[in-house]
T-cell receptor, first 115, second 115 residues
Framework: AQSVSQHNHHVILSEAASLELGCNYS??????LFWYVQYPGQHLQLLLK??????LVKGIKGFEAEFIKSKFSFNLRKPSVQWSDTAEYFC?????????????FGTGTKLQVIP | NAGVTQTPKFRVLKTGQSMTLLCAQD?????MYWYRQDPGMGLRLIHY???????AKGEVPDGYNVSRLKKQNFLLGLESAAPSQTSVYFC??????????????FGPGTRLLVL
């Protein structure tokens, strides 16, 4: 079964600082990868996803993530964070092997951006 | 479109009481899911459905039952609530898995407190 590790549980940054959140997964086959975001008091929404093709994926609000297959990683980055980026971020993996394969979520990283 | 809606938004139960959480989606999605979110544990899949009339167990199914009598609705039942079921419950839906890399669309969540 697949698993997802998010090593940073709580990150505190000042506005304009650069962000990188780590995500590693364990699964030997083809995968689809996602980053979801949950703003305070809101439901989860998709930030970006990797399905195939260019391993550098760009999402909403200036976020991007790079899929490095050899490292089983899908780290999330943003060059300059804003106070409005304060949220919890979840990495998720979905094996693609034909038939239904469930999505597994990481435990989440809480990002707090200080003005 | 309303997307994914959940009823109720908040509920307090006494140990041993039963209740049903309702999830509805208006996007004609085949797949629907119930997750629970607990601090430090991310999202864990309770049950899911790949189509009307079908359900399957997820990662933490014990103490819950589900039904998908209509394509747009997915009900989560607690027959005898326990304090360990205090959590935030999220419903999600996605389109046909065969296309790969489907985004899950989440509802606003239901906060359940079991005393």
């Amino acid at each position: 079964a697949q698993s997802v590790s998010q090593h940073n549980h709580h990150v505190i940054l000042s506005e304009a600082a650069s962000l990188e959140l780590g995500c590693n997964y364990s699964y030997g086959g083809t995968v689809n990868l996602f980053w979801y975001v949950q703003y305070p008091g809101q439901h989860l929404q998709l930030l970006l996803k990797y399905f195939s093709g260019d391993p550098l994926v760009k999402g909403i609000k200036g976020f991007e993530a790079e899929f490095i297959k050899s490292k089983f990683s899908f780290n999330l980055r943003k060059p300059s964070v804003q106070w409005s980026d304060t949220a919890e971020y979840f990495c998720a993996v979905n094996p693609y092997s034909g038939g239904y394969q469930k999505v597994t979520f990481g435990t989440g990283t809480k990002l707090q951006v200080i003005p | 479109n309303a997307g994914v809606t959940q009823t109720p938004k908040f509920r307090v139960l006494k140990t041993g009481q039963s209740m049903t959480l309702l999830c509805a989606q208006d996007m004609n999605h085949e797949y629907m899911y119930w997750y629970r979110q607990d601090p430090g544990m991310g999202l864990r899949l309770i049950h899911y459905s790949v189509g009307e009339g079908t359900t399957a167990k997820g990662e933490v199914p014990d103490g819950y039952n589900v039904s998908r009598l209509k394509k747009q609705n997915f009900l989560l039942g607690l027959e005898s609530a326990a304090p360990s079921q205090t959590s935030v419950y999220f419903c999600a839906s996605s389109s046909n898995r065969l296309a790969g890399g489907e985004t899950q669309y989440f509802g606003p969540g239901t906060r359940l407190l079991v005393l």
